[in-house]
């Protein structure tokens, strides 16, 4: 129900646009996250947006930005200014609204897209 997609292989400085498409869901009233998990390494939050409101760790901030197109029903993730260490499998996911960079709050996600980013 959720479908993640948007990666690729982009050099250090350049931009990827994730997107996450949900078939039989309404996103107004939830909240979506994007999460990311590279090699021998936990999964880690990246943003999330709820309502009105959008939340992104510290690592992505001011590169990344979440937002949801109702019309399309999908949520994107704008991706600039990549490095090296944002090279990871990125996974979107859906939860109750409020929800935060916890990934136990959400009980649906997306089969994942990677993201390599060269230096």
């Known amino acids: 129900q959720l479908q993640a997609s948007g990666g690729g292989e982009v050099q250090a400085g350049g931009s990827l646009r994730l997107s996450c498409a949900a078939s039989g869901r309404t996103w107004r009233s939830e909240s979506t996250g994007w999460f990311r998990q590279a090699p021998g390494k936990e999964r880690e939050f990246v943003a999330v947006?709820?309502?009105?409101?959008?939340r992104y760790a510290d690592s992505v901030k001011g590169r990344f930005t979440i937002s949801r197109d109702n019309v399309k029903n999908t949520v994107c993730l704008q991706m600039n200014s990549l490095k090296p260490e944002d090279t990871a499998v990125y996974y979107c996911?859906?939860?109750?609204?409020?929800?935060?960079?916890?990934?136990?709050?959400?009980?649906?996600w997306g089969q994942g897209t990677l993201v390599t980013v060269s230096s």
């Open positions: 947006i709820s309502g009105g409101g959008t």
């Open positions: 996911a859906a939860g109750p609204a409020g929800r935060g960079p916890s990934p136990e709050d959400y009980a649906y």
